[in-house]
């Protein structure tokens, strides 16, 4: 299957999910189909985020990964010295990251960032293109809920998909528009860089970095 039909296929299902009613249904039924080898995880490229990698900083507090598909960049942030919980809607998911990485220190747990576990703070949250795969009521949560998770003294860091305000959504995933990503500060976090950039794809894709502060 090639990425254009594995992409193709992805957005059918969160078609289908979506006028279901159903905001997150469709990536179980990806990543368990992919498990069985019916399908491949578009966004599942095995390897820790390039941009996250240029950006974060070695540490030693707690952190979380946000939507953490199959582990790639929960492992880095371990490797870095972090402690970590990478969680995920999808239960298939997050077998095949624990089977991926045998002995981790990584927490790796099912839970839904639109009702997350009562009294999760921490010092570092990671959300790299889970808001970008969800839409209009389920979108805002994600966002509201993703900077609820950040401890007192905490940072957050956001990668994102980009577009400019009059330029169309297209297609999943969902680009997000400064807005969007000015939004994660509304829970009371500070914006310490919100910017744009062209990462290295061929060809090149406009992307976000955002980093806020609960001071
Ligand atoms: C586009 S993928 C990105 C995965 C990974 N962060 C990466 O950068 O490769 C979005 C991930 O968010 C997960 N996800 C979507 N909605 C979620 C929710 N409400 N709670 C937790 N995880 C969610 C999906 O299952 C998927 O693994």
Same mark, same amino acid.
Not at 80 to 84: E, H
């Given at each position: 299957m090639s990425d254009d039909e594995s992409r193709a296929s992805a957005r059918e299902m969160a078609a289908r999910s979506? /006028?279901? =009613? %159903? %905001?997150? =249904?469709? +990536? *179980? @039924?990806?990543y368990? /189909? /992919? @498990? *069985?080898?019916r399908a491949i995880v578009p966004w599942a490229d095995l390897a820790a985020n390039p941009d996250l990698v240029e950006r974060v900083r070695p540490g030693s507090g707690s952190a979380v990964v946000v939507g953490c =598909?199959?582990? %790639? %960049?929960a492992e880095y942030l371990a490797s870095? =010295?972090?402690?970590?919980t990478a969680f995920d809607v999808s239960p298939s998911a997050v077998e095949q990251a624990r089977a991926r990485f045998g002995g981790s220190s990584v927490d790796y747990v099912v839970a839904d960032l639109l009702a997350p576990p009562a009294g999760? @703070? +921490?010092d570092l949250v990671v959300e790299i293109y889970t808001v970008q795969v969800l839409t209009a009521g389920a979108r805002r949560a994600a966002i509201a809920n993703t900077a609820a998770l950040v401890a007192p003294g905490g940072t957050l860091l956001v990668i994102a998909r980009a577009r400019a305000d009059d330029e169309s959504e297209g297609l999943m995933p969902w680009p997000l528009t400064r807005g969007e990503m000015e939004s994660f500060a509304d829970g009371g976090l500070r914006p310490v860089t919100i910017a744009d950039f062209l990462d290295g794809e061929d060809p090149p894709v406009r992307r976000w970095h955002g980093e806020f502060r609960r001071d």
């Open positions: 979506l /006028a279901s =009613g %159903d %905001d997150t =249904g469709w +990536f *179980e @039924a990806l368990s /189909a /992919a @498990a *069985e080898g =598909g199959l582990g %790639d %960049d870095l =010295g972090w402690k970590v999760w @703070a +921490f």
